[in-house]
């Protein structure tokens, strides 16, 4: 089992930056892959970026050049700076981790506002 707490998000004006965190804890060692997810209000949930143990990344088109995902392995953590911020993602960011066995764990969420 894995747990995830997110933390970093909050009111950022567009144009603005936010940096978020989301801590691993439990059986890390199993942790292959860490990431990003978003949900704005009424849409689906969606990929914002994700970054394997080797630290290989992936970002989705929209936030390619803004947004900087890493992680540190030393202290079982995974980040999300975001800059130049746009109001249309605003909504609830998730941190998952996939295991090496293809398990899935998700973060409650923290809540990014955007305003114009």
């Known amino acids: 089992q894995v747990q995830l707490v997110e933390s970093g998000g909050g009111s950022a004006q567009a144009g603005g930056s936010l940096r978020l965190s989301c801590a691993a804890s439990?059986?890390?060692?199993?942790?292959?892959?860490m990431g990003w997810y978003r949900q704005a209000p009424g849409k689906q949930r969606e990929l914002v970026a994700t970054?394997?143990?080797?630290?290989?990344?992936n970002y989705a088109d929209s936030v390619k050049g803004r947004f900087t995902i890493s992680r540190d392995n030393r202290v079982n953590e995974v980040f999300l700076q975001m800059n130049r911020l746009k109001p249309e993602e605003t909504g609830v960011y998730y941190c998952k981790v996939k295991q090496y066995n293809g398990m899935d764990y998700w973060g409650k969420g923290t809540p990014v506002t955007v305003s114009s």
């Open positions: 439990g059986n890390i060692l199993s942790i292959n892959v």
């Open positions: 970054i394997t143990r080797g630290c290989i990344t």
